[in-house]
């Protein structure tokens, strides 16, 4: 599903990665651990196409994404992954349900379909009552949700995620990591995390531990 292979990146005189390698299986959910500053989520940028690393490939289905042209790049994106933030970037003038179906409005899809889904979706995740509530009126929880919808409503085949649930406190955290695992059994995902977060790790299929920009797998 997902090829990183020699993966180097360098800021300045600063090489951040240093010929990192990777292979992820469709289906798999992998962990990528590790001490703050050792590249995780410059990777994490790279596989999901926000930033291009200095050498190496990021193959995805055999489709290699470094090749791809800016506007090439940011299609694959809208129509092939969903990102996960920490703080879940939300835009906070507009409501839940208008948040989850921007993706889905940028791919020119129809706004009545696009709002059935959205709502579909919100439903799944246990936020029926917040549709019109805006990211202020929200709890940590409920955003860092709303945000999972939002990644989900273009039917992507991988979900990035970047601290997911670095934000959260232990009950919305541990709701969190259970949902991602639920997400992947119905949707078939293929989910990569970049987490501090040792038991969101320990539940992995995987765990990639980086050090000193390079990977080590457990």
Do not use: C, W
């Amino acid at each position: 599903m997902i090829q990183a292979k020699n993966i180097h990146r360098r800021f300045d005189t600063l090489e951040v990665l240093k010929g990192v390698e990777l292979h992820v299986k469709k289906g798999e959910i992998v962990s990528i651990v590790g001490p703050s500053g050792a590249g995780k989520t410059t990777f994490l940028q790279i596989l999901g196409t926000l930033d291009d690393p200095d050498e190496g490939q990021v193959l995805v289905e055999g489709v290699d994404l470094i090749r791809l042209n800016e506007k090439e790049k940011a299609v694959f994106r809208n129509r092939n992954l969903g990102f996960i933030f920490q703080f879940h970037q939300l835009l906070p003038e507009f409501t839940a349900l208008e948040n989850v179906m921007i993706p889905a409005l940028i791919a020119g899809k129809s706004a009545h379909e696009v709002a059935k889904k959205a709502s579909e979706l919100l439903n799944y995740l246990q936020l029926s009552d917040r549709l019109s509530h805006k990211p202020s009126e929200l709890s940590g929880g409920e955003k860092q949700r709303v945000a999972v919808a939002r990644a989900l409503i273009n039917d992507p085949q991988i979900i990035l995620a970047d601290e997911p649930s670095g934000s959260l406190d232990s009950k919305n955290k541990e709701e969190l990591h259970r949902l991602l695992f639920d997400l992947r059994d119905r949707f078939g995902l293929t989910i990569v995390i970049v987490t501090h977060d040792k038991e969101l790790a320990a539940l992995s299929d995987r765990v990639i531990e980086m050090k000193d920009g390079k990977v080590d797998e457990k």
